[in-house]
């Protein structure tokens, strides 16, 4: 989708190492979302932000970190505490209770 | 936690067929959307249906609700190679705007 950019579309994490995925969006949507996706499998969410300064967690949040300073962006960081972070993360964006619109994914990797 | 379950996990068909997949989900919802992902892509929503409603229609898509056996069905008409993907369906039992993802139905078109 044009209007979610991810960013990057591979990246690696060595242990120990805090990673930003990042999200930029050009839809002005005021809702965000971060999703993990394993191999085979569904979504599930990491956080969410309704409006900017404001994040809540969803199913999966230990391990991860997010921030809303801006309405456009909604940057994730996979901490350290995250003992199995290899999977596609996917970032998505809604207006209201419209659908969502997803970006393309990150694929994180441990070396 | 994983609302939706998706029915059949994979299923292969040839060229010109009709593919249906299934989702069941536990709460009550006010609408259930359908998803796709090709390979390595992020999600591209298809159709959204509301809880008042029985059946909706989308070129060749056709989605119908039972809210009494919190069930729904996608059905694909006159396949084609291009409809190789993964399908998800989503529902807001947990809150207008947190989608919960089933784990999706792999679908393989053979010419």
């Known amino acids: 989708d044009g209007g979610i950019t991810q960013s990057p579309k591979y990246l690696f994490r060595k242990e120990g190492q805090n990673v930003t995925l990042s999200c930029e969006q050009n839809?002005?949507?005021?809702?965000m979302y971060w999703y993990r996706q394993d191999p085979g499998q569904g979504l599930r969410l990491i956080y969410y932000?309704?409006?900017?300064?404001?994040?809540q967690k969803g199913d999966i949040a230990e391990g991860y970190s997010v921030s809303r300073e801006k309405k456009e962006s909604f940057p994730l960081t996979v901490t350290s505490a995250q003992k199995n972070p290899t999977a596609f993360y996917l970032c998505?964006?809604?207006?209201?209770?419209?659908?969502?619109?997803f970006g393309d994914g990150t694929r994180l990797s441990i070396l | 936690s994983q609302q939706g379950e998706e029915d059949p996990q994979a299923l292969s068909i040839q060229e010109g067929e009709n593919a249906t997949m299934n989702c069941s989900y536990k709460t009550s919802i006010n609408n259930l959307q359908w998803y796709r992902q090709n390979s390595g892509r992020g999600l591209v929503h298809l159709i959204l249906i509301r809880s008042n409603e029985r059946e909706k229609h989308s070129g060749r898509l056709r989605v119908t609700l039972d809210t009494s056996k919190k069930s729904s069905s996608l059905l694909i008409t006159a396949s084609r190679a291009a409809d190789t993907a993964s399908y998800f369906c989503?529902?807001?039992?947990?809150?207008?705007?947190?989608?919960?993802f089933g784990q999706g139905t792999r679908l393989t078109i053979n010419p």
């Open positions: 839809l002005n949507h005021d809702a």
């Open positions: 998505a964006a809604a207006r209201g209770n419209q659908p969502q619109h």
């Open positions: 932000s309704q409006i900017v300064n404001d994040f």
């Open positions: 989503a529902t807001d039992g947990q809150g207008a705007q947190k989608l919960v």
